[in-house]
């Protein structure tokens, strides 16, 4: 019996199987012996051990499209990070750091500031310039009043979404105003095993539409990069591309270095000063760090 895994509790699984519903299983020893753990959005094979009480084993993981580490998911399409125009003010050096994780994943990214309805023209302006200007797909919501939500389905539609945002952006609220039964079945599934309630948030896929998921994942209000180097920096800021070549030194690193295309395109309003600014403080953690 095939399922996807939409949610793990320690070391307990919850697959989900079309017209079945939802099997409590445990992952077989083979896994840990060949150091393989299954993820949340993993298409598996379950034995089942008890169907009255849902229960089973997880067989065999099938072959993964897509893998991340954090947030650890299996076979997304995209991201889906959301910020608040205001209320709080965006963390830029926080969402940079998202960007560069999905950046070194190969992960698209659709950018969803949210709170709309309480924010001036000049604040979504300028957000829309500094990372429209990088690629990237830039929306304005409002959870609250339900503004822009179908825009925002439209681009799920068809795909799995990892979703991800820092505390007290709404969104809770957003995921809600796209899947009203959410917090039924979630609720379903603690009430039933009472597991869940008292533990770390986890991430969780929940069901829009026909191939239409969405993973909820843990809010965060810190991302570690120091799995890269400062040289390895700039190729994850998408918009320095174009003005590279420009650059006098090969391998410049678009800090201190005369004739530089990047800090050029800087100056002329063509890279966004805000993103510039976080790569340099980005630039420089890297560089303090000492690596072993």
């Known amino acids: 019996m095939q399922g996807k895994i939409i949610k793990g509790i320690a070391g307990f699984y919850y697959v989900y199987v079309e017209g079945r519903g939802t099997y409590e299983c445990k992952a077989k020893?083979?896994?840990?012996?060949?150091?393989v753990k299954p993820l949340v959005g993993d298409n598996v094979l379950v034995d089942v051990l008890d169907e009255e009480e849902m229960l089973g084993n997880i067989r065999q993981i099938l072959p993964r499209c897509s893998a991340l580490v954090r947030p650890a998911v299996a076979n997304v399409d995209q991201a889906l990070i959301i910020f608040a125009i205001v209320k709080p003010n965006p963390n830029f050096n926080l969402l940079d750091r998202f960007l560069i994780r999905m950046e070194r994943q190969?992960?698209?990214?659709?950018i969803c500031f949210n709170k709309q309805d309480i924010a001036s023209r000049q604040e979504k302006e300028a957000l829309r310039l500094s990372y429209e200007t990088c690629g990237y797909q830039v929306l304005f919501v409002?959870?609250?009043?339900?503004?822009g939500i179908e825009q925002v389905r439209e681009l799920l539609a068809g795909k799995t979404t990892t979703v991800a945002g820092p505390s007290g952006v709404g969104k809770s609220s957003l995921i809600n105003q796209l899947a009203p039964m959410a917090n039924m079945e979630t609720g379903d599934i603690s009430a039933k095993i009472e597991r869940g309630k008292h533990t770390t948030r986890h991430s969780e896929i929940i069901a829009l539409g026909e191939e239409t998921y969405i993973v909820d994942t843990p809010g965060f209000t810190s991302l570690d990069i120091s799995e890269i180097t400062k040289e390895e920096l700039g190729r994850y800021y998408p918009e320095?591309?174009?003005?590279?070549?420009?650059c006098k030194f090969s391998g410049c690193a678009h800090i201190s270095e005369p004739s530089c295309g990047v800090k050029d395109a800087v100056a002329e309003g063509k890279i966004s000063t805000v993103r510039y600014e976080n790569y340099k403080v980005l630039y420089q953690e890297l560089k303090d760090l000492k690596r072993y």
């Open 29 to 35: 020893g083979i896994f840990r012996k060949d150091h």
């Open 106 to 110: 190969n992960l698209p990214t659709i």
């Open 142 to 147: 409002s959870a609250l009043e339900n503004e």
């Open 240 to 246: 320095f591309v174009q003005y590279e070549p420009y």
